[in-house]
């Protein structure tokens, strides 16, 4: 008896487990290596973004350049001429020794999120830690070269042009304030839109398992529609947040402005 109601109470927790629209976040380690008191251990995390550089690396690196371009070129194309005028029309001239890093940046967050969207994969960008770190390497960039080529002059950033002398000591905490929670606010954007995505994707998908065939053609319906809606926002983050790499970029090329 007591077995039986053990085996029950793990299959029930498996079948809870398995409907938890948050269990596709779960960090699993699927290589455990660890060095003294810290942690290296590949994951299913670490992985996926593996497959994201070589899934990058494949369209972008292989395949020949042909005068009628095939699906590769044409998509590395576009790929291109897409970010390059982004970073033209915002930087100008300025703006080429970036572009790598931007397209770079723009590239890898794509191809997580569109990764993300086959059943059974792993969306890292659904994670903060990760999307704080790709908004860190903006932000630090974008200070870096805001006092390398200003200095000291890089602090107007933070005096709002044609205010009024007693506004400043108002203005200038308030500007201070954004400076140092635009890391935040892009990390927070993309991960809670990623995530929030994913998550109402699964509960919908366990509601059509739940109702059967009769009752889940409902949840079915609105399945498809949130996945055709969610393709549409996993490219949207990703501009999005190269866009605002951009901007941030010329706040530090040009802060007066």
């Known amino acids: 008896m007591a077995a039986a109601a053990g085996n029950a109470a793990a299959h029930a927790a498996e079948a809870a487990e398995k409907f938890d629209p948050l269990h596709q976040f779960a960090i699993k380690t699927l290589v455990p290596i660890r060095i003294g008191n810290l942690d290296f ?9 593996v497959i ?6 494949f369209i972008f690196l292989f395949g020949q350049n042909r005068i009628v371009p095939g699906r590769l070129q044409s998509i590395r194309e576009l790929a ?11 930087l100008h001239d300025e703006g080429r020794p970036f572009f ?56 107007k950033l933070f ?6 002398i007693y506004m400043m000591p108002i203005l ?10 635009r890391p935040i606010s892009l990390s927070v954007r993309l991960f809670a839109n990623m995530m929030a995505g994913h998550t109402m994707l699964k509960v919908f998908a366990s509601f059509v398992i739940g109702l ?6 409902a949840p079915l319906a609105m399945m498809v529609a949130l996945t055709g809606l969610e393709f549409l926002v996993a490219f949207l983050q990703a501009y999005v947040f190269m866009v605002l790499s951009v901007i941030y970029l010329s706040d530090a090329l040009h802060p007066e402005h």
């Open 100 to 155: 790598p890093f931007i397209f770079a940046l723009f590239v890898f967050i794509l191809a997580a999120n569109m990764l993300g969207m086959i059943p059974y994969s792993f969306t890292f960008t659904s994670h903060i830690i990760v999307t704080f770190a790709l908004a860190m390497a903006v932000f630090l960039l974008a200070t870096v070269v805001g006092f390398v080529k200003h200095g000291v002059r890089y602090l």
């Open 172 to 181: 200038v905490p308030i500007e201070v304030i954004s400076y140092f929670t």
């Open 52 to 57: 994201a550089v070589l899934v990058i690396s």
């Open 212 to 217: 059967g065939i009769i009752g889940g053609w």
């Open 159 to 164: 005096v709002p042009s044609g205010v009024p």
């Open 41 to 49: 251990s590949f994951t299913n995390s670490a992985l996926w973004m």
């Open 80 to 90: 291109y001429e897409f970010v390059a005028n982004i970073t033209r029309d915002i």
